[in-house]
């Protein structure tokens, strides 16, 4: 059974950077597949940051793409997620996922983490 | 990329049948049959309940049903119960290997 937790500082200044891991077990990241972040705001709706293929290729959301990386480690079998100059806008619950392709399309996020909320506030 | 439309909420009592509507454009939903749905309970990480636009991973009841039809999607449950209470949300291909979600619907069980 495929399942990814992530992990990180629960609390990030303005102006600093946010940085989370997805530790993934039960599929080894080097296999395949496309592994994704994606966030949530208290109360609002889901918002995709960016995918990454384990050979590193990463698509990222243009509203985001000029602070955001998103990189994988396969020895750890772990990706991780870096989102820079932070404000109280990127205050949300960030979840990691594997994505689901359909064709040479990675969009489905079959298995998700559990999510794990992030404040930045000074 | 901008985020795709719903309703913000529908509700329907037990055993009824509901659709939710996400609108989008030529550019995403319009261009692509790659819309899903999530199914998110409260606290709880999303669920992957339509793909393909129509089609259901295993383990997902048959009352969940999916169809487009030019910029927008729909999401049918039939038989509503007390536990499809939950957000749901659509997603869609938005081209240059981008996704979209839409701002999602509030599902209520009277």
């Known amino acids: 059974q495929v399942q990814l937790q992530e992990s990180g500082p629960g609390l990030v200044k303005p102006s600093e950077t946010l940085s989370l891991t997805c530790a993934v077990s039960?599929?080894?990241?080097?296999?395949?597949?496309?592994w994704g972040w994606i966030r949530q705001p208290p109360g609002k709706g889901l918002e995709w940051i960016g995918n990454?293929?384990?050979?590193?290729?990463?698509y990222y959301n243009p509203s985001l793409k000029s602070r955001v990386t998103i990189s994988v480690d396969t020895s750890t079998n772990h990706f991780s997620l870096n989102l820079n100059s932070v404000t109280a806008a990127d205050t949300a619950v960030y979840y990691c996922?594997?994505?689901?392709?359909?064709?040479?399309?990675?969009?489905?996020?079959?298995?998700w983490g559990q999510g794990t909320l992030v404040t930045v506030s000074s | 990329q901008s985020a795709l439309t719903q309703p913000a909420s529908v509700s329907g009592s037990p055993g009824q049948s509901i659709t939710i509507s996400c609108t989008g454009t030529?550019?995403?939903?319009?261009?692509?049959?790659?819309v899903s749905w999530y199914q998110q309970h409260p606290g709880k990480a999303p669920k992957l309940m339509i793909y393909?636009?129509?089609k259901r991973p295993s383990g997902v009841s048959n009352r969940f049903s999916g169809s487009k039809s030019g910029n927008t999607a729909s999401l049918t449950i039939s038989g509503l119960q007390a536990e499809d209470e939950a957000d749901y949300y659509c997603?869609?291909?938005?081209?240059?290997?981008?996704?979209?979600f839409g701002g999602g619907t509030k599902v209520t069980v009277l």
């Open positions: 996922a594997r994505v689901w392709s359909s064709g040479s399309y990675a969009v489905y996020f079959e298995y």
């Open positions: 039960g599929y080894s990241i080097s296999s395949g597949y496309y």
């Open positions: 990454i293929y384990h050979s590193g290729t990463t």
């Open positions: 030529s550019s995403d939903v319009g261009s692509y049959n790659l």
């Open positions: 393909e636009c129509s």
């Open positions: 997603c869609s291909y938005a081209g240059s290997n981008t996704v979209a």
